[in-house]
């Protein structure tokens, strides 16, 4: 098997780590990621995110953040051999120069951030991307189980965003919000775990003119490995789905446009396809992308490739 470097967009570590009481190398409960399976999978670099459990919502919310920015923090201390993070684009530039594991962190769902200002004080926590909204409400944006835009404030986030170079993530937004934030952003916009709205018609996923606004500006929809993203027909969704959905999007947006946003440990095991129960099987996908004729160089660009050049952009905005 050709061995890709992998960066995968979107991990829930801290929030599983945290709230199951999970070991990071050795749980005692059956997860989808530990650090001895990033490391099999060659996983160079995560997204990892801060995201807060709706049971945590509104009283425990920033409390639930900093305690796992606490956890990364400690996972930095901890396995510093192993894992370190990225802040900067020098941080960035050390992706594949060894065996090390970059974190990027993500906040999925602005809802720690109780007024805009404090977004300086999450910026020098780490925080270098942020999806406005998970599926509910609130203070800034909608997500995709409600349907209101942006707010005042929502505006002058995504604004401040732009000035602090924290890139927009549009994954969660619903439709409206989604048109009124990549009008706002001057980065390079992303969508970290998204599939094809035309092949599994769920609000989580992106229509056509949705995928081609974030190509166009230079962006990267990671492929999602939810099998409620990914379902196409009856059966439970295999490696093909995840190909048919890279395929489609490849073919409508191009091939520098199209990376892995896994969203591992998002949900049960058994909500995943089979085959890929575990962040060590991410090689599977390449394996199989290449199996199915695709060159060398356009897996390298969907396993790692794309998400690094606009994250080498973004970072030096």
Known sequence: MKNFLIIDAHEDIAFHLNYFKRDFVNPSTPCMITLPGLKEGNVRMVFNTVFIHPKHKPDKTVQSALEQLDKYDEIYELFSNDVYQIKNVQDLSRFGQDSKIGFLTLM??????????????????GIRIIGPAWNNKNQYASGSDSEDGLSEDGVRLIKRMN????TLDLSHLNEKCFWEAIELTDLIPIATHSNARALTDHSRNLRDEQLKAISDRGGVIGIVLYNYFLKIGDETPTLEEVFAHADYMINLCGEDNVGIGSDMDGARIEDFPEGLKTIADLPKIAQYFLDKGYSEDRVSKIMSGNFLRVMQNNLNT
Do not use: M, T
């Open 108 to 125: 999925e769902g602005a809802d720690p951030i109780e007024k805009v200002e404090d977004l300086y004080e999450f910026h020098r926590r």
């Open 163 to 166: 000035e602090l170079g924290i």
